[in-house]
Nanobody
Framework: QVQLVESGGGSVQPGGSLRLSCDAF????????????IGWFRQAPGKAREGVLC?????YPGFYAEDRFRFSRDNHENRVYLEIESLRPEDTAVYYC????????????????????WGQGTQVTVSS
């Protein structure tokens, strides 16, 4: 049972860039986030949650809703990032990370039922 915590949100101006973090806790011994497929979703008030991207485990490919969205990781074994470029007001939403234990993103990656763990989300507000 993985626990996820998003961070890095805040208020930014249009055209800027932002990097959101997703930290995982409670992984089984010997396992890291690299064993999971990672989904990023977002939800604006009054709207349905929508998929941002999905990155498969290891070096396997993923899916991206827009070219402005990028997945990254560093030497922190249990941390991954969502990088957003050219932020627009319509990017305003709560952003969530989630884990898919299958380890592979497929054509149905936007189906929320594929993901077993979700964070509480981090708020991103884009305005001038």
């Amino acid at each position: 049972q993985v626990q996820l915590v998003e961070s890095g949100g805040g208020s930014v101006q249009p055209g800027g860039s932002l990097r959101l973090s997703c930290d995982a806790f409670g992984l089984a011994p010997g396992f890291t986030l690299n064993y999971y497929a990672i989904g990023w979703f977002r939800q604006a008030p009054g709207k349905a949650r929508e998929g941002v991207l999905c990155k498969s485990a290891g070096t396997y490919p993923g899916f991206y809703a827009e070219d402005r969205f990028r997945f990254s990781r560093d030497n922190h074994e249990n941390r991954v990032y969502l990088e957003i470029e050219s932020l627009r007001p319509e990017d305003t939403a709560v952003y969530y990370c989630a884990t898919d234990p299958s380890g592979l993103c497929r054509s149905d990656w936007k189906s929320q039922e594929r993901y077993d763990s979700w964070g509480q989300g981090t708020q991103v507000t884009v305005s001038s």
